[in-house]
Structures are given as C-alpha cells and as structure tokens.
C-alpha cells in the first residue's frame, strides 16, 4: 500500500505533505445554447491551492456558494476537477481509472454534517461497519469483530450496541457512528463536512472533544470545513478563507484570527455576535455576488469598505504569500492587515472573551 | 417596569396528545415583555421554545394545544380568543419571521403582492394604494431596486432578500410586538449580521418590541436585554443577556456557556478540553422527574431528583429554577 | 403499528385464495377435467353441484377451486418477473443517470404509451397460447410504474448521506444499489407490487378469454369465463362463480395494496424534531 513518496515528484522524501491540491478547478457548465454558444460556466472552484501536514487540521471557512464542499467532494474523488491535481500521501489521485477509488477509500474519508440522513436507516451499526472491512479484503470473521468493537470504543460506544438500528440512537450518538464509520478503514485524512453543525448545542462538545482526542490518538490529519469560525479557531492548526471559489487568505489560526488581512476575513469575524456586548454587528453590505456573473477584478470588492479603482479592475489581485507563509489575496492587505482591530470592536471584542474564559474554570461546577 | 406590560405569560402549559395520552411539551412558562423591549428565548430543539412563539400567537396546532395558563396582550387574556379575533390580532399587533422564509412565502405569488396583502387586510386600502406601499416597503428594508423586485417570485430570491421580504411583510403594518423564530439559522454569518441590524433598527425605530427564538446563545445575549434559557419545557433562567454569559446561574447554562469555543478563547487562553455537558437532551415523552437537568448534573443531590425546583429572584435582577444555584 | 381493516380484510382474501391453490386437490370434488359427465350437464347449484355444472357435466367448484392455481401463479409470477425488470431499469437507470437513463425513461415512456394488454396479446400471438407464454407476455409488458418507481426512489436517495459515505468507503455500484439504495425504496415498491399483482390476474382473465390463455381443458378464471359466454342467459352460474372469485382476489390484492401503503409509505423513519 505505501509506494515511494516522490512518486509525484514534487513532493520529496521526508515532506510532511500527506496532501496537496495544486490549482484545483471545478467548472459547471450550465445549460447555454446548442453547440456551446451562450454557454455559461460556474467556476464552483477556481484555481485552490491547498496544503495539509500531517497530523495538522486545516480549517477551511467560507459562506455557501465559496466552494469549499466543491473543494472536499474533489479530494474524495466524488468530484472530477476541470483543472489542477490533487496528491494524497504521495500519489496523484486526480485522473485515476474508477477503480483507483478503493485505494483512495483508504486514506482519505469525511464525517458528515447530517447524523440523520448519513446512515442508512436499514443497516445496523455491525453491518455499517463490517461492509466496508470486508469489501477491503478483511475475511477473517474475528479481525471483523475486533476491529468493529476497538471502533466503537474508540467512539464512546459500547459494542453491545452493534445490533442496533440508527433511529435507537440519540443524535450525538449517530454522529459518533458516523465518525466510527469513516475511521473504520484506518484513514489518514479525515474531513469534517461541518460535523456539529446539526446537532444540539449541548452535545456539541462531546464530539469536538471525540475529534481532537481521535486525531492525536489515531494520528490523523483533518480537514475542517464550518461556518462556525469559534469551533476552526478551537480545531484548527492552519486556516483557509475561501470566497466565491477561491481562496483569499490561508495561514497559521492565530494570524487568521488576530490578524486577518484580507477584508472579506475581517468581516467574517466581525459579523460573529458578541455576546458581551449589545452593540451593533458590523455588516458587509450586500449579499454574496452571483457566482455566475462574478464582478471585475477582486470579487469582493463591491462589498469591501476599504475598495479602489484598482480593485475593480482586471486582472484581480493574486495570492501573495508572505514570508512567515500567511498568504492574501488583496491589493490593500500589507496596509489593512489587522486593521479590524482598530475598528469597532475588535480588540475588546478577544479581552471581553478571554475576560470570560479566564474566569469561567474557577466557577463552581 | 411600570404599568401594564405589552405581553405577559403566566404558567403558560402547552400540551402534547399523542394519541393515548397527554403530556406537558411545555409548563410553568412564565415571562413579560414591555414595549419596545428586545427579550430572547434561548434553548435547544425540543425544549419548547419555538411551540410557546407559537401559542403567543395563535397558532398551535394539533397535536398541541394550550393546556393551562394565560397569555396577555395590553392586559387582555388572548389564549381563548375566537380565531377570527386573533387573526386581527396577527399580523397587525403581532407578527412573526421563521427560519426558512421559502416556506412561509407563497411560492406562486409576486413578493409585492404579498406585501400588498397586509396593507389590504389589515388596513383596508385598495389594492393600488397597497402596491406603491409595498414598494416602500421592500425599500425600508433595503432591497434593492425595490419598483422592480415586487414583481419577483420568492425562488428569484437569495435567502438573505426572502428574509428580508419576511421582514416587510411582519413590519407592514406597524405591529407592536415581532416574534423572530430563528430568524437567521439558515443564513451565513455576512448576510445574518445584515438581517439581525436591520430588524434592530427597523424596530427600534418604529418601538417594535421583539422576541427572539433562537439555539444561538451569542446571537441572543448580543441581540437581546434580557434573556430566558428554557430546558426541556421549562425556563431554568432569565437574566439580563450580559449577566447570562459573564455569570451564568443555572448549571446548564454555565454548561452552555462553557462548552462550546468561542473565537477569541484561543488565542487568549491557550487550546484545553471543552467542558462537555454529559447524557442526551431528553424526549418530551419521557422527561425526567424533578428537576430535568438533574440526570446530566454534576451538582445533583436527591432534592434534584424528587422536587422541580421554584423560581428564585437574584439579587443582580432575573431568576433561576435550581436547588444549588451559584 | 396499527393494522388498519384494508389491510386485514385484503391480505385475508389474498390468503385464502392462496391457500385454495394449494389445497386444490384436497378441496375439491372431483377431477377438474377428467370427470366430464354429459349426464350431469348444466345442473345449476345445488348441495351436489355447490356451483354447478358445465355444459359438460364439470363440476364448477372443483374447476373454480384448480383455477386458483392458473390465476394466481399467473399474477406472482409475472408479477414478480416486472418487478425485477422494473427495479433493474429503474434503480440503475436513477443510480448512474446518463445515456443509460435516457435510455430507460425512453423505453419506460414506450411501453406507458402502448396499452399492456395490446402489448400482450402480441406477444401471445407469436409465443401461442399457454401458461408460459401467458407469464413472458405478462411478465414483460407491466414493469413501467415499477421502474418510474424505483428510478425517482434512486434519485432522491442517491444524494443521501449514507450513499455518498458507501461511495467514499469504495463500494461498487452494483452494492452500494443492493445495499444501500434497495431496502430503502422496497416500500413503495413492495405496494406497486400487490396492486401489480391484481391486475395481472385481471390480464390474465382477459387474454384467457380471448382464447389466448391456459389452453382448455384445463381450468382458469378467464377461460371458464371465456367458455361460458354462450350460456350467460342460460346458464349463469357459468360466468358468475369464476367472476367472483376473480373479483374477490383482484379486490384483496388492492386492499392488500392499499394497507401496505398506509403502513409502508410514512417511513418507519424516527422523528428528527
């Protein structure tokens, strides 16, 4: 299973890489006239550059319709690109014959956002969970069983509750099969499609804790893909803002957060509440642009505050990726970066949390 | 606090029937809101929040039903009121948004029409009148082009402009209290914090006061003056949304509180274990005895188990239903 | 699970028509065919004769009773045979989409347009009569609401969670449509079925009838039917007692149809409130 890590060629022996995604496009052709005429594309992804340690978790942020599940079904091979490559653990898995997905099922699965709706309501949990072992070639009837129940441990199941039918289980519990489901095969990456997102928000902690304890315990590396920018800061160890199919600021959690540069990042952490402050949230103006007819130059610059001519003008700005590996797609990012802190609520906004963390162990429990 | 509040709820009990039997999905409900004032209502799916929006303004249907208790507006119990009365009451005193406004929009009618519809029913203008209020409408909650957007369907609409639409239709007629049931669950965080500033200031403006349903304890406590957390059918807490989050009372709040990261935490404390509230949110056929929080308490003593327990009044203002509280 | 009155009433007379096949040589009276006696012709009911006589001398009852057997393995069988066709063409078709999709639902729209029993007789016609070519002729012309079934089940269900995470785990197709999609769309196919069933014996009785069908002497609904057509004012305990018994299956197998549906059709998913 493991071939020679250079077989890419790029990246060498030693590389921490376990994946790349190198110019990743997803066009959609959209209806249009017979023979190609007026035919429109939606540029779903449009040239994403992605990089993932191993044992690293990389937040990947973006509203809908920034393509950032375009980005995860292409990694899983779910999703024919248009453009780019994508290496997993050394091998290109972009072009690859049908038959190439079973390989890929084994390094690379996700968790999904719906613990409802991903398990197949006639299946018990042995069943989820003994098919895909033995379609990768397990037979020995007690490997099966024991990789099944060292499975459910690991979750916080019981293996008596194998036999069981997925509506038995409360929705925390499906999502732990859930994560059972995608670990099963011994993967190296994981994505994380949102995988708190539909579950109530006492229970939400459990399974962010279940994650981080499995990635140490297991060494996995995580994709993280949420709206909820608290849970990427909590997870992640880099992160990557993407809007309308690209990719506008990537680097280290604490740069993003404390100093985002790019004006569209800046406005995703602005736009969080402050529950400690009944003060107005600072707003953008204006929706996402139709991704069909994206505007001139910097996509986001008929929402951005801090917008010129040049801006709006082509070529749009590239990702400039500065020394210390913090990348931004923005004309202005050298003046603005950190800027949001001087602005309403920045600065106060971190010490009003931290004030209340700090005090928050110390409370009685 | 003085005179008569615009809404009050006393032990408000709202019942399930589900088919052989009776069960309270909701008891002991019991808050007021005065005029203009923003008041939330915080809790988990399945905790009754959403079903008392519902009662407050008529539209519990089977399998629910009232089961005890009095809803008052301007002083006037309106639980019992005949529907023809509380259809007059809806839409021009109290009006509701809902998290997904495709679903709450007619699907076949132009938006301004709808639009017209409030000014026509509730406010007896001819359809012509109504159509160029309309138009105002959709401007004052900044659509734009609005002489061009009423004649759009609501699947022309992105999800931000349909709650927007929402919002020129509960506000049409000036109602005196918004209920906003999650309002903005569906909406990505850009296009929530627009919706959240504009029905702000849109009811600031006109002295709307406004009851907020929501999961999202931040949203609330930024949105709201006081907040009431409800758990499985009850209100455990009810404070000033500041107080809830820097000393929260009851244990499941402080749980909530603690449990899930917020941004900023980080960066200023350093990555720990999030604090996990233990079990699973109960079913409302089978709420525990007691007080229900006690099988996922860490505090929980034998009175817990045994006796639901009463509202205390904090000296800092608000109240909490616990046998321990902090 | 309430067991509602269609449910019990239709899978009872389904039953007991089954189960009058089976016991066929113990229940009735005498040989269906073999015991022909002129002597006996046209007797009307009676506690000798309980359904009466042909003009051969049969015994209607004993023949009614052997009917069962023609009639219903007619309606599983071909049945059975446009499910599988229906579910093959359908669930693939949905599952992959494409060319082969195109295909189906060209093929589907086909057969929807051509009247099955149209469809039927043809076949017939050049297969000639008897119970094999009954059940291909059947069994090939019925299977489009199946298919439209078991196609709009595979599309809807495609883009769950649960097929994509089989997809992702490196299933094949021809699993992940056995395992994944399959029990998941049985409901409705299951009551499609049952009613499927009903109007094959109907077919059956029509295209015996016509003189397509078992060939005489031995006894099927239709064809008893077919042969008492002469004596329906003479005669009509004839016609009368093979009708009902057709009447009284095809009316178990809606209702039989129409309970599944009740109970099948508001998924025994869980409440996601």
Known sequence: ?365 | MTGTPLIEVEDLRIDLDDGSRRVAAAEGISFRIDRGETFGLVGESGCGKSITALALIGLLRQPLSIGGGAIRFEGREIQHLSARRQRELRGNRIAMIFQEPMTALNPVSPVGRQIAEMFVLHKGKSWREAAQLAVEALASVRVPAPERRVNDYPHQLSGGMRQRVMIAIALACGPDLLIADEPTTALDVTVQAEIIELMRNLCAARGTAILMISHDLGLVANVCRRVAVMYAGRIVEERGSADIFRAPSHPYTQGLVASLPRLGSRAALGRSRLKEIAGVVPAITNFPDGCRFNPRCAQATDICRTLAPTADFLEAGGLVRCHHHA | MKLRANLIIGGALFALAILVGLLAPWLAHTDPVLDANLLNAEEPPSWAWWFGTDDQGRDIYSRVVYGARVSLTVGIVSQLINSVIGVALGLSAGYWGGWWDDFVNGLTNVMLAIPSLIFALAIMAVLGPGLTSLLIALGLTNWSFTCRIARASALSLRNQGYVQAATVLGYGDLRIMITQLLPNMLGPIVVIGTLGMGSAVLSEAALSFLGLGVRPPFPSWGSMLSDARDQITTAPWLSVFPGLAIFLTVLGLNLLGDGLRDILDPQSRSRRA
């Open chain 1, 1 to 365: 299973m493991h071939e020679p890590k250079n077989r890419s060629g790029e990246t060498g022996p030693g590389d921490d890489l376990i994946l790349s995604v190198e110019d990743l496009a997803v066009h959609f052709p959209l209806g249009g006239g017979l023979l190609g005429r007026n035919r429109r594309m939606l540029r779903a992804v449009d040239g994403v550059d992605l990089k993932l340690k191993r044992g690293e978790c990389l937040g990947l942020v973006g509203e809908s319709g920034s393509g950032k599940s375009t980005v995860a079904l292409s990694i899983l091979g779910l999703q024919t690109p248009t453009r780019g490559r994508i290496v997993v653990d050394g091998q290109v898995v972009t072009g690859r014959p049908a038959g190439g997905r079973k390989a890929l099922a084994r390094t690379v699965q996700i968790v999904f956002q719906d613990p409802y709706a991903s398990l197949n309501p006639r299946q018990t949990v042995r069943r989820t969970l003994e098919d895909p072992l033995r379609v990768h070639g397990v037979t020995a009837a007690s490997e099966i069983e024991d990789r099944v129940a060292t499975m459910l441990r690991h979750v916080g199941l019981r293996p008596e509750q194998a036999d069981r039918y997925p509506h038995e289980f409360s929705g925390g519990q499906r999502q732990r099969i859930g994560i059972a489901r995608a670990l099963i095969l011994n993967p190296k990456i994981v994505i994380c499609d949102e995988p708190v997102s539909a579950l109530d928000v006492s229970i939400r902690a459990q399974i962010i804790n279940l994650l981080l304890e499995l990635k140490d315990t297991l060494g996995l590396s995580y994709i993280m893909i949420s709206h909820d920018l608290g849970i990427v800061e909590h997870m992640s160890d880099k992160v990557a803002v993407m809007y309308l199919g690209r990719i506008v600021e990537n680097g280290h959690w604490r740069e993003i957060f404390e100093r985002p540069a790019h004006p569209y990042t800046q406005a995703l952490i602005a736009a969080i509440p402050d529950p400690l402050r009944h003060a107005p949230l600072a707003t953008t103006g204006g929706d996402l642009p139709n991704p069909l007819n994206p505007p001139n130059g910097c996509a986001f610059s008929p929402r951005c505050r801090y917008a010129e001519d040049v801006c709006r003008s082509e070529p749009g700005p590239a990702l400039e990726t500065r020394a210390d590996g913090h990348a931004v797609r923005c004309w202005r990012g050298e003046e603005i970066a950190g800027q949001m802190a001087s602005a309403e609520g920045g600065v106060s906004r971190v010490d009003g949390a931290s004030a209340v963390h700090r005090s928050l162990p110390r409370q009685s429990f």
